[in-house]
């Protein structure tokens, strides 16, 4: 109920305004797939493939879908860790694209990102405190006395001991290394944090830590997120919208309340109907998608999802739907968006 | 119904440097014939060795102790020679994992490899194994089964995998099924076709159904009966439906409060329970939930409650000692 306040003009494509720390236009990213003796280029994966997105400040927008959607190549794209093929980027009134490697450097400690693998992530030769100490050096900020009281104060704020500090990674659980990741991002001060499935390796009793320490550290450090996932009630939890992904496109996007309340895109509601929740009792009859996501590299034409969909139809097939405005901050990429499926008792446009 | 297996007091330590790792330290539970229960714990409570220690598949320096009971048909299993385990492995017991790309070999085709296994349990001949291993495929939904019993494993998806696996370990019709995190590494959209598999499999081969997850959600739509572990030892069970609307042990409660349901928001901070899981290396006196209970007394740290029956669940707390815990409405601060 807390983005319903909020803006309403907020369309997918409007033109960035002043609320706007973060836009993404027609953003794709595409590997190229090598084969044979000479390593011939044979064809491209289109892991993001034509992706509009406004951030605003202070808000968390979360990337959900499956294996394989493009939701953390997205995440990495979005901040430079991997060059775009295509498309824009605009960051805080700013054109990363065209950024040369110095500029880069020094946006990037206003955007950082915490990743999923907290053992890859964090080296293991390093002492915690330099590891959160390592940001500060490189962007010459605080100097090296005054860097200890900083690592000091931001263990704290992450709901660790000061003498964390003089230890390795290694003598941390999952989700003390998941709060030193944290702290290493946030001692920058950064406007925009990309998560990259932060909670996903993480037993649920410690899950519910981390996220309860994100949206603390979010209001006290004013934060953006970019909460990248896999688990739709996670993703619902912590943004305040959320853009459904599937093969490298975005399909549906929607203040998170919104989303679940009448979802519009067939796949977002065989994903909220797959989700399996502690419920007992609560079977209703679910869409089971059959087969499985078709590969990257030869996406289905039209709508990408047709091959999966319970309600294509011809017109599915030749023409690919675009991302439009539904009204309430909600746009989908279908041609039938809350068409209601049969088997599904959640879905009432 | 009669049992088909039963665990009493299960124990399996492991021997390492560093002193005894009590993994499973004193488990008891009962599967009818046909019937279905889950296990579910977070990492490290003893759940998947609990599953390893009944297919007697836990490795040196791990051992089940000897006083130990795995009735099977009335037959021990803790005691069977390993000839005799053989024999019931894979043939009355079979075992799905959770990634069924290290459970599968990559240098056999899939249709060899359940071909194998029939040959193996069954004694039948090559051609009746190769037909049987492509009704297997067939009957666990794998399209043109008879063209992809010549794929190699890594040919097929997540999804296909687990389909072979499953019908490998159904192709002998075992009695009991034993799953540990059979969907764990799948998307959710095909998690949904795994678990509805499953479960009409169940019900057109009657087999008898262990299921080991950490996730609650399965264990809601998979089984009709629960058992929740902690530190080793199961803190509570009973039937899905009474232990989730109305949990006695305190950790089962946690836990419940602890996962974000779909449409819940960030407004309402989680349920978090602090610190973290004790060491299987030296688990606290008592309780082994007490230094994380938010009711935990003074009894709790020097006592180890044994299961309390509660109407038709039981829950290992001294505040069940007397019948069902006074339950504090939700949200109470803790």
């Known amino acids: 109920m807390t983005a319903d306040g909020t803006v309403e003009e907020g369309t997918t494509v409007a033109p960035a305004g002043d609320d706007v720390l973060l836009s993404l236009r027609g953003l794709k990213k595409h590997f190229p797939v090598r084969q044979g003796l000479l390593r ?17 400040r202070g808000e968390t927008v979360g990337l959900v879908g499956e294996s394989g959607c493009g939701k953390s190549t997205l995440g990495r794209t979005l901040l430079r860790l991997l060059e775009p093929t295509a498309g ?16 880069l450097k020094e946006m990037r400690r206003h955007m950082q990102i915490v990743f999923q693998d907290s053992v890859g992530s964090l080296d293991p030769r390093m002492k915690v405190g330099d590891l959160i100490a390592e940001g500060l050096a490189i962007h010459g900020i605080a100097a090296r006395k005054g860097r200890d009281a900083v690592v000091h104060e931001m263990l704290e704020r992450v709901g660790m001991p000061p003498e964390a500090a003089d230890r390795y990674p290694h003598q941390f659980s999952g989700g003390q290394r998941q709060r030193i990741g944290l702290a290493r991002a946030l001692v920058l001060q950064p406007k925009l944090v990309v998560a990259d499935e932060p909670v996903s390796a993480l037993d649920v009793s410690i899950q519910s830590q981390v996220l309860n320490l994100l949206v603390e550290l979010k209001r006290e450090f004013d934060l953006t997120y970019v909460f990248v996932a896999h688990d739709l009630a996670v993703v619902g939890y912590i943004s305040d919208r959320v853009a459904v992904m599937y093969l490298g496109r975005i399909v549906e996007l929607a203040p998170s309340d919104e989303l679940f309340r009448r979802p519009l895109h067939p796949y977002t509601m065989a994903l909220l109907s797959a989700n399996p929740e502690p419920v007992p009792g609560r079977k209703s009859t679910r869409i089971v998608l059959t087969g499985d996501v078709p590969s990257p590299i030869d996406p289905p034409s039209g709508c990408r999802f047709r091959t999966r969909c319970p ?39 | ?14 021997h390492t440097h560093g002193g005894v790792i009590r993994a ?38 791990g051992h089940v102790e000897p006083s130990s009971n795995i009735l099977f048909e009335g037959r021990d299993l803790a005691t069977l020679a390993e000839e005799e385990m053989a024999e019931i492995r894979g043939n009355e017991i079979s ?54 019993v010549h794929d190699y494993p890594h040919q097929m998806s997540g999804g296909m995998r687990q389909r072979v696996m499953i019908g490998m370990a159904l ?85 419940l409060q602890s996962i974000p349901l779909l449409g819940m928001r960030y407004t309402a901070p989680l349920k978090a329970i602090r610190g973290m899981v004790p060491s299987p290396l030296d688990w606290p006196a008592g309780c082994r939930f007490a230094p994380r209970c938010d009711y935990a007394f003074e009894r709790c740290a020097t006592e180890l409650p044994p299961l309390f029956r509660v109407e038709r669940q039981e829950s290992a707390c001294w505040l069940c000692e007397a019948g069902a815990r006074a339950v504090p409405p939700i949200g109470v601060p803790s």
């Open chain 1, 40 to 56: 011939r280029t044979s064809g491209y994966l289109q892991a993001v493939d034509g992706v509009d997105l406004d951030v605003r």
């Open chain 1, 88 to 103: 824009a980027i605009t960051f805080d009134g700013v054109d990363l694209v065209g950024l040369g490697a110095r500029e």
């Open chain 1, 311 to 349: 309600i294509a139809e011809q017109i599915c097939a030749e023409v690919d739907p675009a991302l439009r405005d539904h009204g309430h901050d909600h746009s989908a990429a279908c041609h039938f968006p809350g068409k209601p499926i049969s088997g599904s008792s959640s879905a009432n446009p």
């Open chain 2, 1 to 14: 119904m009669s049992a088909l297996l039963q665990v009493a007091n299960l124990r399996t330590g492991f």
């Open chain 2, 24 to 61: 499973v330290d004193g488990v008891d539970f009962t599967i009818e014939k046909s019937g279905a229960l889950g296990v579910v714990g977070e990492s490290g409570s003893g759940k998947s060795v609990t599953a390893l220690s009944i297919m007697r598949l836990v490795d040196a320096p």
């Open chain 2, 95 to 148: 075992m799905i994992f959770q990634e069924p790309m290290t459970s599968l070999n990559p240098v056999f085709t899939v249709g060899e490899q359940i071909a194998e296994s029939v040959r193996l349990h069954q004694g039948v001949g090559r051609k009746e194994a190769e037909a049987r291993a492509v009704e297997m495929m067939r009957l666990v939904g794998i399209p043109s089964a008879e063209k992809r």
């Open chain 2, 171 to 255: 192709s002998c019709n075992p009695k009991l099924l034993i799953a540990d995190e059979p969907t764990t590494a799948l998307d959710v959209t095909v998690q949904a076709q795994i678990l509805e598999l499953m479960k009409e499999l169940r019900e057109k081969l009657g087999m008898a159904i262990l299921l080991i997850t950490h996730d609650l959600g399965v264990v809601a739509e998979m089984v009709d009966e629960v058992a929740v572990m902690y530190g080793g030892r199961i803190v509570e069970r009973g039937p899905v439906k009474d232990i989730f609307t109305n949990p006695q042990h305190p950790y089962t409660e946690a836990l």
